[in-house]
Structures are given as structure tokens and as C-alpha cells.
């Protein structure tokens, strides 16, 4: 009941979401005590490691530090302080509050609309080519396998004011491709606008030539934003969008909320408005009830999606999640789905490396690799790309014909009189 009311509340209610979030953690509390030891033995080998010199200032971030903020503190005065993700806005403030020697600091709040008001206030000075603008943040899905509900929030999206702000700074330094980033970055709403009509806000932006988003939750992806894919010219044709696992009992099992079928719609749908759209996603091998049959279905799915890209993991239970308690599969046999679907992964992540060679491909080049005449950039797929020349590629979109390649990289050189329609997909 009280998730159910977290999801419906309006994050803006502020201390009343908090309240009611906090009685969700404590409900879910469980032993976490293995990570805790991790930790401590991190903390001791650097306590050590200092022994004779004088003791840094000892910050612990992220999920664990989130849960677990008190009881860190408490156990480890080594540590000076926990920072929860909503916080890392504040960590100039924390150092300099530790640096007059204050107590113990606890920053584990879930104040996102706080974190995008301070970050707001400060200009972005990225001059990267590529770079990265966060547009969401939180969560509320409650997979069990995930923690990120529990430590990161429920949904929040920043007004598309501030994100074309930020966006058109990252463009006067420089940017000439944005990743629109969150949580559940296709769950973005603000004011009824949702991702699609972000999309086409910042493809407005003039010296802006790329624009891509991640992580994508398959619930999400509704009718708008693949019709997105249509209009925008500037919207890259490469989705990862995490599917985690082939069988519907497995995703069911996991709160998934979407089957297969459902899934490979949104494939079909956005293939043939975009013939040439490729797919990346995530894999969990070996989550709690996983037969073989099950494993069948991912191998299946791998086969007849192809991605080109892919991140596979064998389930590892997260403390405060509801998986954390499911009786895990035999390890011995989970490795080794792990190692057969990795195989079959490679297999088409190389056959489709390999069908790119003589090909061309549209790059972006980022910088120069040091010591040599050598530019990275990436294709439209997000593939990596070196070229030697000595002319400087930075920050220019070039045409590449593909002369090689290897696992993580394509090899090519730059040329001019191409076949438009010959470019590698």
C-alpha cells in the first residue's frame, strides 16, 4: 500500500513523499550486512594505508551510503560522510563543512527538486563534443531486482526551461551531441510534455547535430516518441532498451510489467518507420526460477533480434530489494548460461563489426588519441571509430569508410565522393 502511494503522490508534496518513503525503507529493511563488510574492508586497507600520513577526508556515495547512512557513520569513524545521489550536488559544501572540522555528516536526502535547483544555478562548462544532460532521475517501477526505487527516489523530470538552458550551453562550448539521460529517461513528464516533445525542443538547437537518450524502460516507450524517431532527423537510429530477460515468466517474476510480445512490437513499430534502427539492451542470466526452458527464450530473443550491443549479468541480489530473498539458482549452472549467452552475443556483435567493413559510416570525432596522428570518434550507432590523419577531426562529422575491424572498434580513413545510400548500418 504504501508503494502504491508513493508511485501516485506528486513528488512536489515534498516532506509528505519523504515520510512516506522512509516507512517503505523501513519496511523493506533487511540484513545488510555482507555489503556493510565489503565496505568495512575497503575502509580498514585505507586506514591502514594512512596510517603515517595525515588522514584524508573519507567520503562514502551511492546506494549502499544511502541505505545505510546511520549505521555507516556509527560503525566506521573513519568515515566523515554518507552521500546519498540526490546529494552530490553538495559535496564542495560537505568538504568544506569537514575542512573546519564539523561532525559527522549524513547527506542521504531525497530532494531531487533541491539537487536540480542548485545544479540549475550553475553554468555547465562542459566543452566536451559529446556530452551528457541529465533530464530525469528516480523511479517508479519496483522491479524486484532493483534497488534504485529505494535509493534514488520516485520520478522526478526537470522543466524543459532548464534543460534547453543547459543544452544550449553545452552547444556554445563546443557540444555537437547530447545524451539525454535518466533513470527511466522515456518516463520523462513535465507539465504533460513528455520525452518526444523534449526531443524535438532540443532538436531546434542550432550546432547541435546529434542527439541520443538512455536508459529506456520498455513500459514507456509510447506512440509519441516513436513517431520521434520519424521526424527528427537529428535523433541518432540506436535504441538500448533493456528487455533483462526472453521468457514472460521470468519478466513477470521480476515485475517487469511488459512481455515479450509486447516488447518486440516497439521493435517492429520503430523498424518500419526507421528500416535501418538497430538495438542494444541489458540481460539477467540466472534470476530465481530460471529453467531451462526460460533460458531458451533469452538465447531465442538474442537470435532473432540481433543486437548489436549487449550487457549481460548473472542475477546478483541487492539488499532492500524483494529478490534478495528468493532462493537463487544453482551458480555453477548460471555461469554457465552466462558463458553460452555471452558466446552467442559476441557472435552477432561480430558478424554485424564485420558486415560494416567496406561500408561507410557518418562520424563524429571527439579527440585526438595522445602521441599520435589518430582521432576517436563514433558512427551513428555508437560504434568506435579511429582514423589516422593529420588533419584535426575534432568535433567534425566526417564520412569514414570502414577498412577494419576488431571486438571494440572499427578501423577506417576518411574520404569525400561516397554513395550516400552506401552508409554502414
Known amino acids: 500500500m504504501i508503494k502504491e502511494l508513493i508511485i501516485r503522490f506528486d513528488y512536489h508534496s515534498g516532506k509528505t513523499v519523504k515520510k512516506l518513503r522512509e516507512l517503505e525503507l523501513e519496511k523493506k529493511k533487511i540484513n545488510n550486512e555482507d555489503e556493510i563488510s565489503k565496505l568495512k574492508e575497503r575502509i580498514d586497507a585505507l586506514q591502514q594505508e594512512y596510517e603515517s600520513k595525515l588522514k584524508p577526508i573519507v567520503l562514502v556515495a551511492g546506494c549502499v551510503a544511502q ?107 563546443g557540444a555537437k551531441e547530447i545524451t539525454l539521460l535518466g533513470q527511466n529517461v522515456n518516463a520523462y513528464n513535465f507539465e504533460t510534455k513528455r520525452l518526444s516533445d523534449l526531443i524535438l525542443e532540443v532538436s531546434k538547437i542550432n550546432n547541435l547535430e546529434r542527439i541520443r537518450y538512455t536508459t529506456s524502460h520498455p513500459r514507456d516507450f509510447t506512440e509519441d516518441l516513436i513517431e520521434a524517431h520519424k521526424n527528427c532527423k537529428k535523433l541518432m537510429p540506436v535504441i538500448h532498451l533493456p528487455v533483462q530477460s526472453g521468457s514472460n515468466k521470468i519478466l513477470s517474476a521480476m515485475n517487469r510489467n511488459h512481455t515479450i510480445e509486447e516488447y518486440l512490437n516497439i521493435l517492429e513499430k520503430l523498424k518500419k518507420i526507421k528500416p535501418n534502427i538497430k538495438f542494444s539492451s541489458d540481460f539477467i542470466i540466472g534470476y530465481p526460477g530460471e529453467t531451462n526452458n526460460d533460458f531458451a527464450a533469452t ?67 571527439e579527440n585526438k588519441i595522445k602521441d599520435k596522428n589518430k582521432y576517436f570518434g563514433r558512427d551513428e550507432y555508437s560504434n568506435s571509430v579511429i582514423v589516422e590523419t593529420k588533419e584535426n577531426l575534432i568535433g567534425k562529422i566526417k564520412v569514414v569508410k570502414i577498412l577494419n575491424v576488431n571486438h571494440n572498434t572499427l578501423l577506417g580513413k576518411t574520404i569525400h565522393d561516397i554513395n550516400q545510400t552506401n552508409y554502414a548500418a
Not at 546519498?84 to 559535496?91: A, L, N, T
Not at 532473432?304 to 539458482?329: E, M, Q
Open 299 to 365: 538465447m531465442k530473443l538474442m537470435n532473432d533480434v540481433k543486437f548489436i550491443n549487449s550487457y549481460s549479468f548473472i542475477f546478483s541480489p541487492r539488499p532492500g530489494t524483494p529478490a534478495f530473498d528468493l532462493n537463487k539458482i544453482d551458480q555453477k549452472e548460471a555461469k554457465s548460461r552466462l558463458t553460452q549467452f555471452q558466446k552467442l552475443a559476441d557472435e552477432k556483435k561480430i558478424n554485424y563489426r564485420k558486415n560494416l567493413i567496406n561500408k561507410t559510416a557518418l562520424v563524429l570525432f
Open 67 to 173: 541505505a545505510e547512512g546511520e549505521i555507516l557513520l556509527k560503525k566506521e569513524k573513519y568515515i566523515d560522510a554518507v552521500i546519498g545521489p540526490q546529494s552530490y550536488h553538495q559535496i564542495n559544501e560537505i568538504i568544506l563543512k569537514l575542512e573546519q572540522k564539523l561532525r559527522s555528516i549524513n547527506f542521504t536526502e531525497f530532494d531531487v527538486i533541491e539537487k536540480f535547483d542548485s545544479l540549475n544555478s550553475v553554468k555547465n562548462s562542459d566543452n566536451k563534443v559529446s556530452s551528457f544532460l541529465t533530464i530525469q532521475e528516480g523511479c517508479d517501477k519496483f522491479c524486484k531486482f532493483c534497488v534504485v526505487p529505494y535509493t534514488r527516489g520516485p520520478e522526478f523530470s526537470r522543466s524543459i526551461e532548464e534543460i534547453l538552458i543547459e543544452a544550449n550551453q553545452l552547444v556554445e562550448n
